[in-house]
């Protein structure tokens, strides 16, 4: 039997996992489906714009994660951003200060995937238990292991079908609910709007605005947005054409704003199929001893990216703890 663990999916749960397992002792191979690591904690680069089009910001209330944070932003890869909030009802202008990536959030996750071995751009579509252990197979119909346990901690209706034959994991993991999320990435050359940098329920259609110049680390000129659809608009527009879904969300935005009729340089909406966590699970992580294979994700705990990081953290524990 091998003494390696593999981990699907190199967001901020499977990296948490990662570091985890390393600090004790454990060899950890992850896998990512995408070309980046960080899923959701992302920072996207059209042309020379930066955007976070994902988690907007970080703020810490466990120990573990805020020293995490606290040891990031030492190395100089996240900073505290205060914007000025406007929120609906009465005083509407608020002010409190979030932890952001530098020069993007990207930045926030990077770091705990160094010295890790990730192989990117590998989708994995099933387990297989053998003899000396599992064997990951891929969409490219190639396979890696022997592992001796798997960690998945992709979004959950990612990681059900791979774990449909392990009921003590699968059959509580049929009770989450994901949902969907559009975001939208807008460029102005010029300066728009003043007054705020953050514009939280602006609607029913657009739950989320920020204006990404003003964090800390990026480019001050112009405008860089960022616009977040609410998730029922998201789920009613989820197999809407991106460009209409666009158009649509920049004019509401534009009208409650109060903007001059002015064309963006680049607009580009992008939908995050699982962004929001309608139902968790209620547990930090699931872990089924007799297979060592074991689930983690925001979805365990809620929507925040420290869910995330406490139940990868969580799920390490568990398989450390197995293996000793």
Known sequence: ???????????????????????????????????????????????????????????????????????IAGLGHADTWTPRQWKPGPGKTVREPWIVGTPGMSSIVRPMAEGMRVSLGRRVQSLERREKGWHLWFADETSAGP???????VPAPAALPLTERIERLSAPMREIRMLPCWAL???????????????????EVVRWVARDNTKPGRDPRGEAIVIHASSAWSLAAEQADPEDVAEELWGEVGEFLNLPPVRPSRMTAFLWRDGIVGKALGETHLYCPETKVGVAGDWCLGSFAEHAFTSGQHLGHAIAGALA
Do not use: W
């Open 147 to 153: 592992f001796e346990a798997v960690a998945i901690t």
């Open 1 to 71: 039997m091998t003494n390696r663990v593999a981990i699907i999916g190199a967001g901020l749960a499977g990296l948490s996992c990662a570091q985890t397992l390393r600090r004790a002792g454990v060899s950890v191979e992850i896998f990512e489906e995408e070309r980046y690591v960080g899923g959701r904690v992302a920072t996207t680069c059209l042309g020379s714009d930066r955007f976070d089009p994902g988690t907007q910001y970080l703020a810490a209330q466990s120990d573990d994660f805020r020293h995490y944070l606290t040891e």
């Open 185 to 203: 990435m807008v460029r102005l050359e010029q300066k728009k709007i003043s007054e705020h940098d953050v514009f939280t329920d602006v609607s």
